[in-house]
């Protein structure tokens, strides 16, 4: 079972340009989350998702937008990427009362 | 809000003693509380969760939790630690939307 899937593993972008991280669950979870992972920072809830078609903002949510369209898949863009983003993402399914993390994305913004 | 905080940024222990990494919480009502493990360059893996019942929580590779309500601690145990343990361990508090929040993460060193 692939479980939740990342892509692309990591990523250097130019700062002002735009760019989409794409996650994708094979489990049929109804919540995801994306959260970015900071040193010293832990994780924070970057944009969260109960159920298709729903969206909700989470601790850190200025600069990102999300969208889902369907239960599988919950990209996250960033329409104009500032040095500040830079970070690894983490998208993640919940299954009743448990979350399962991807791999990760570490993006960083020059 | 909810919130976690783990006051120790590293743990370093031998190999074959006991481990614990501490954790705190602040909650309103009752609290759904979890421990993730994360390897280099990887994702997050379960532990364990404390949802209701017993106070000490039974979970993956031999670890477990003591949930204290008078002391509102949540911490994460290990009676004997191996160096595959040595890893970056994170304790998180669930909301009533069933979001998560984190900790700032413990480093856990454990040497030969």
């Known amino acids: 079972t692939a479980g939740i899937t990342q892509a692309p593993t990591s990523q250097i972008l130019a700062a002002g340009r735009s760019m989409t991280l794409r996650c994708t669950q094979d489990m049929r979870h109804n919540a995801m989350y994306w959260y970015r992972q900071d040193l010293g920072l832990g994780l924070r809830l970057i944009h969260y998702?109960?159920?298709?078609?729903?969206?909700g903002k989470g601790e850190v949510p200025d600069g990102y937008s999300v969208s889902r369209a369907n239960t599988d898949d919950f990209p996250l863009t960033l329409a104009s990427a500032v040095p500040s983003q830079t970070s690894v993402y983490f998208c993640?399914?919940?299954?009743?009362?448990?979350?399962?993390f991807g791999q990760g994305t570490r993006l960083t913004v020059v | 809000a909810q919130s976690v905080a783990q006051p120790e940024d590293q743990v370093n222990v031998a190999e074959g003693n006991p481990l614990t990494v501490k954790c705190t919480y602040s909650?309103?009502?009752?609290?759904?509380l979890f421990w993730y493990v994360q390897y280099p360059n990887r994702g997050l893996q379960f532990l364990l969760k404390?949802?209701?019942?017993?106070?000490l929580v039974k979970g993956s590779y031999g670890f477990e939790a003591e949930f204290n309500k008078s002391q509102t601690s949540f911490h994460l145990k290990k009676p004997s630690a191996l160096v595959s343990d040595s890893a970056l361990y994170f304790c998180a508090v669930r909301d009533n939307d069933y979001k998560l929040s984190f900790g700032a993460g413990t480093t856990v060193t454990v040497r030969a």
């Open positions: 404390y949802i209701t019942g017993d106070n």
């Open positions: 998702s109960n159920t298709a078609g729903t969206t």
């Open positions: 993640a399914s919940r299954a009743e009362t448990e979350a399962f």
């Open positions: 909650v309103s009502g009752n609290p759904y």
